[in-house]
Every structure is written in C-alpha cells, then in structure tokens.
C-alpha cells in the first residue's frame, strides 16, 4: 500500500532555494510515474511537475521551467523537487502525487491523473 510524505518546507525569503522530499513508504514507488502540485489560499491545486518511473522523462508547468528540478531515487523510494530562485507567488502547500496507472509516460497534469497523495508541506516566500 503506497503512503507518501512530504518533507523540506518551509518559509524563506524571495530568491532563495528549497529542496522537497517525498518518501513513499510501500513497495511500488519505482514503476509510477509521480508528480509535485501545489495549492495556494483560494485557488485550484495545481501541477507543478511530473518524471517517469523510470526518469527518462521530466516535465514542468511554465512557471517553473528554469526554476524547479525533479527527480527521483528508486533505491530510496524517494521523489524530490529541487526549488530555485524562489518568488512569493510560489507560495503554497506542495504535494506529491501516485500517478493512476503504470504504463508508458504521458503528460499528467490533472489531479484525476493520480491516485495516491501526500498530506502536504508548507512553503512560504516572503518578498
């Protein structure tokens, strides 16, 4: 049974840098396709970037591109989200997501598209 938590939040100012852990701690981690999204205050969740099981494959939303880096550790059944140049429109809870299905990357950018969530970490960027 996959249960995931996310790690490394936290509030730092503009500019600044963050690195996400997402642990998982079932028995599947490493043939999934995962995802990071995020949640500010009023608005709709949110994809922020998704890889392949395998890590062929990374993707992210526009308004991270240059900024964020994905990537995972199969050994460590770990995900991370390495967060740069951080601005405080970046500011929301971050989770980390099971995509539905196994089976070849595709571009999941729905909530639908996964199953499996993390109960969230908080990050704060002050200006």
């Known amino acids: 049974q996959v249960q995931l938590t996310e790690s490394g939040g936290g509030l730092v100012q503009a500019g600044d840098s963050l690195r996400l852990s997402c642990a998982d701690s079932g028995s599947t981690f490493s043939i999934y396709d995962m995802g990071w999204f995020r949640q500010a205050p009023g608005k709709e969740r949110e994809f922020v970037a998704g890889?392949?099981?395998?890590?062929?494959?990374?993707d992210y939303s526009d308004f991270v591109k240059g900024r964020f880096t994905i990537s995972r550790d199969n050994a460590k059944k770990t995900m991370y989200l390495q967060m740069n140049s951080l601005r405080p429109e970046d500011t929301a809870v971050y989770y980390c997501?099971?995509?539905?299905?196994?089976?070849?990357?595709?571009?999941?950018?729905?909530?639908?598209?996964?199953?499996?969530w993390g109960p969230g970490t908080q990050v704060t960027v002050s200006s």
């Open positions: 997501a099971r995509a539905s299905a196994t089976g070849p990357y595709r571009r999941r950018i729905g909530v639908i598209d996964y199953d499996s």
């Open positions: 890889i392949s099981w395998n890590s062929f494959t990374t």
